[in-house]
């Protein structure tokens, strides 16, 4: 399936900035070497190619348990208009990501879940974290449904 939700026109602010910079980075370093949480939701660590600079970029991310091989992620931005920039990323790389969790580092094709399988994903995580479901109100975007599955090394 391919990349395809676009760009909101509202919604809530984008976190960025210094501090998010730092923060992330913390969490980034914390979650490789112990896994983690952020916000009391399990955590991984996202690694893409950039789109653009072809740069390995390392974000964390909640994930959400999809089955023994896969994890679903949610481009949620929390509630931006905008989709985040590891978004593009994905899209453009589908098949050159890689994960941390659990102490692993794994690699991972990525796939936007549309349709009922989107459905499906998204009950599960709002079922699980509410904070989700006031983001899908705070913005007339559709938030991406990620499931990452493992692939051979």
């Known amino acids: 399936m391919t990349f395809d939700t676009r760009n909101g026109t509202r919604g809530a602010r984008q976190p960025g900035g210094r501090l998010m910079k730092w923060i992330n980075t913390w969490n980034t370093r914390r979650i490789r070497r112990k896994g983690g949480r952020i916000m009391g939701m399990d955590a991984l660590v996202l690694t893409t190619i950039g789109r653009k600079s072809g740069t390995e970029r390392s974000t964390p991310v909640a994930w959400f348990p999809d089955s023994d091989h896969s994890w679903l992620i949610v481009a949620s931005a929390n509630g931006a208009a905008h989709n985040p920039a590891w978004y593009y990323n994905l899209a453009a790389h589908p098949d050159r990501a890689r994960i941390d969790v659990g102490g692993r580092t794994i690699p991972v094709s990525a796939e936007q879940l549309h349709g ?38």
């Open 116 to 153: 009922q399988a989107r459905d499906r994903a998204w009950r599960q995580i709002t079922a699980a974290k509410k904070q989700f479901a006031k983001y899908e109100k705070q913005t007339d975007r559709d938030i991406p449904v990620i499931r990452l599955t493992a692939r051979p090394s």
